[in-house]
């Protein structure tokens, strides 16, 4: 059966799932770690339980890739180059080009490098990634699947800033969002539990991890997203401050002399719960001593306040809500988050079914059978996504 492979190219690591497709069957992930450092690490997973892991010293993405792929044949994942039919690349930015995934062309390749300057750190790598496995595997079909694409819905008045018209035109200064693959992943499963068509449904989705977003999806779009120009928008992060008063951040500049630089590293390095809380970026941290340390409690009402707050203009922009749904790190993972946030969510008709909210598994209702509003915990999963786009496009 035809393999697919999903990636996940940053500029010192990679991720990848390898799924059998059309079965959907994730056969093996890894990831290699430390690419250009010492002491590089590939990590494969497969089989039932078995590991794979090798230290040694990975000067660049080509040599990764070719360890990676060598390995899968050593491992007897795959006996042949040829098997891998498909590889489908996470890429963050894609600007206004892009609405959909694509299969990758040169042309494709150079508009990916030329948006490398709304997402410096992400695009070249993602670009790197796509052409080292285009040389590798010169058989399979490459699909570029973006981040911000599913958000080329969103209406003009959600995605235009109120600033000069011409910084638009100029600069495609504008919203863009991210996790779109997340989003559209939940909203599709969503539709599933609720037995609904996603067309017919009003979804508010809740991507909770270290980076977080929330999107309004309206007749199965996204109508608006918390997420700007860059992932630094929105809602409170591990270490981002999501949305932040701009003349603020020149005040603070000013008088803590800070270049633009530096600036943006405390933005997107510095704060966020970690900012508040001088503790941890880390949801548990914080949850662990919640009760003793004041600014652990402070950073997590801060972050309920943002979530409750953008679902609140979610809800009045999209005129009503069928569901709010949980995804990734702590919307998968969080108990006592969900319901903080459900709590304060009674007025729109949310109730929580408590014994429900304490499951594990996945694809939970976590609301009681007569809350007007639903509220789901579905585990994303952006690869298998991916997966599915390179078998669309394969087909085509
Ligand atoms: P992600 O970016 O989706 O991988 O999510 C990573 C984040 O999920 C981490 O920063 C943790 O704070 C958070 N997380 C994972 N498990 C839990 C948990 N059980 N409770 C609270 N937060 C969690």
Same mark, same amino acid.
């Given at each position: 059966?035809?393999?697919?492979?999903?990636?996940?190219?940053?500029?010192?690591?990679?991720?990848? &799932?390898?799924?059998?497709?059309?079965?959907?069957?994730?056969?093996?992930?890894? &990831?290699?770690?430390?690419?250009?450092?010492?002491?590089?690490?590939?990590?494969?997973?497969?089989?039932?339980?078995?590991?794979?892991?090798?230290?040694? *010293?990975?000067?660049?993405?080509?040599?990764?890739?070719?360890?990676?792929?060598?390995?899968?044949?050593?491992?007897?994942?795959?006996?042949?180059?040829?098997?891998?039919?498909?590889?489908?690349?996470?890429?963050?930015?894609?600007?206004?080009?892009?609405?959909?995934?694509?299969?990758?062309?040169?042309?494709?390749?150079?508009?990916? %490098?030329? +948006?490398?300057?709304?997402?410096?750190?992400?695009?070249?790598?993602?670009?790197?990634?796509? =052409?080292?496995? &285009?040389?590798?595997?010169?058989?399979?079909?490459?699909?570029?699947?973006? *981040?911000?694409? /599913?958000?080329?819905?969103?209406?003009?008045?959600?995605?235009?800033?109120? +600033?000069?018209?011409?910084?638009?035109?100029?600069?495609?200064?504008? $919203?863009?969002?991210?996790?779109?693959?997340?989003?559209?992943?939940?909203?599709?499963?969503?539709?599933?539990?609720? %037995?609904?068509?996603?067309?017919?449904?009003?979804?508010?989705?809740?991507? +909770?991890?270290?980076?977080?977003?929330?999107?309004?999806?309206?007749?199965?779009?996204? /109508?608006?997203?918390?997420?700007?120009?860059?992932?630094?928008?929105?809602?409170?992060?591990?270490?981002?401050?999501?949305?932040?008063?701009?003349?603020?951040?020149?005040?603070?500049?000013?008088?803590?002399?800070?270049?633009?630089?530096?600036?943006?590293?405390?933005?997107?390095? $510095?704060?966020?719960? +970690?900012?508040?809380?001088?503790?941890?970026?880390?949801? =548990?941290?914080?949850?662990?001593?919640?009760?003793?340390?004041?600014?652990?409690?402070?950073?997590? *009402?801060?972050?309920?306040? =943002?979530?409750? $707050?953008?679902?609140?203009?979610?809800?009045?922009?999209?005129?009503?809500?069928?569901?709010?749904?949980?995804?990734?790190?702590?919307?998968?993972?969080?108990?006592?988050?969900?319901?903080?946030?459900?709590?304060?969510?009674?007025?729109?008709?949310?109730?929580? *079914?408590?014994?429900?909210?304490?499951? =594990?598994?996945?694809?939970?209702?976590?609301?009681?059978?007569?809350?007007?509003?639903?509220?789901?915990?579905?585990?994303?999963?952006?690869?298998?996504?991916?997966?599915?786009?390179?078998?669309?496009? $394969?087909?085509?």
């Amino acid at each position: 059966m035809a393999k697919t492979m999903a990636v996940n190219a940053g500029s010192s690591s990679l991720k990848f &799932q390898l799924l059998e497709m059309p079965a959907e069957q994730v056969i093996a992930k890894g &990831q290699i770690e430390r690419i250009g450092l010492k002491d590089s690490i590939v990590t494969i997973k497969y089989g039932d339980g078995q590991k794979f892991e090798t230290i040694e *010293d990975i000067d660049n993405h080509e040599i990764g890739i070719n360890k990676l792929l060598q390995s899968l044949l050593d491992l007897h994942i795959i006996t042949d180059f040829n098997e891998i039919t498909g590889v489908g690349h996470r890429v963050v930015a894609g600007g206004e080009w892009f609405n959909q995934s694509v299969v990758v062309t040169e042309n494709v390749l150079e508009k990916i %490098d030329r +948006l490398a300057e709304y997402a410096p750190l992400h695009n070249p790598a993602n670009a790197m990634g796509i =052409r080292v496995f &285009q040389k590798l595997l010169p058989n399979a079909i490459s699909v570029a699947v973006f *981040d911000t694409a /599913f958000h080329q819905t969103m209406p003009k008045e959600n995605y235009l800033y109120s +600033l000069p018209y011409q910084y638009y035109t100029r600069y495609g200064a504008r $919203k863009y969002g991210a996790h779109g693959t997340s989003h559209r992943y939940v909203a599709e499963r969503a539709a599933v539990m609720l %037995d609904k068509p996603l067309t017919d449904l009003k979804l508010i989705t809740l991507h +909770l991890g270290a980076g977080a977003s929330i999107t309004a999806i309206k007749d199965g779009k996204s /109508f608006d997203t918390s997420m700007g120009f860059t992932p630094l928008a929105g809602i409170t992060m591990a270490t981002r401050s999501g949305d932040v008063d701009p003349s603020l951040i020149y005040y603070i500049q000013e008088h803590e002399k800070l270049s633009n630089a530096e600036m943006l590293k405390i933005l997107n390095g $510095k704060s966020g719960l +970690l900012g508040i809380s001088s503790i941890s970026s880390d949801m =548990r941290d914080l949850l662990d001593v919640i009760d003793t340390n004041d600014h652990a409690k402070l950073a997590i *009402d801060i972050f309920v306040n =943002r979530v409750v $707050k953008y679902i609140g203009q979610y809800v009045a922009e999209m005129g009503g809500i069928d569901a709010i749904v949980f995804t990734a790190g702590i919307g998968e993972n969080s108990v006592p988050l969900r319901k903080m946030i459900i709590d304060k969510l009674g007025y729109f008709g949310i109730k929580l *079914d408590e014994k429900q909210n304490e499951k =594990r598994g996945s694809e939970i209702e976590i609301s009681t059978s007569d809350s007007a509003v639903k509220a789901l915990m579905i585990p994303t999963n952006e690869e298998l996504m991916i997966a599915r786009d390179v078998e669309t496009l $394969k087909n085509k």
